[in-house]
């Protein structure tokens, strides 16, 4: 199993930068593909950023792309997510994930604020 825990969220102003890190526990993180997931109030969860287990593949939400980037450090246990030119639009609790090859995102962080003013 793996435990995750987010931080770096905040309050920014649009054009902003942030970002986000995703500290996992235990020995196998590089056994699991991550991702990001966000959720604004009174919508559903949504992708954001997902990388392979070996972070050489990158799949992004259309609304992030050319803006966001994730990357991992599997020698630190830990997935970021750098977002730049944020707008008021992104703002909302974002969430890491972990998900073993195959299988669904299984394993969720507890979740970060990001606010983006106007």
């Known amino acids: 199993q793996v435990q995750l825990v987010e931080s770096g969220g905040g309050l920014v102003q649009a054009g902003g930068s942030l970002r986000l890190s995703c500290a996992a526990s235990?020995?196998?993180?590089?056994?699991?593909?991550m991702g990001w997931f966000r959720q604004a109030p009174g919508k559903d969860r949504e992708f954001v950023a997902g990388i392979s287990w070996s972070g050489g593949s990158a799949n992004y939400a259309d609304s992030v792309k050319g803006r966001f980037t994730i990357s991992r450090d599997n020698a630190k246990n830990t997935v970021y997510l750098q977002m730049n030119s944020l707008k008021p639009e992104d703002t909302a609790v974002y969430y890491c994930?972990?998900?073993?090859?195959?299988?669904?995102?299984?394993?969720w962080g507890p979740g970060t604020q990001v606010t983006v003013s106007s």
């Open positions: 235990g020995r196998t993180f590089n056994s699991y593909n």
């Open positions: 994930a972990a998900a073993l090859s195959g299988r669904g995102y299984g394993y």
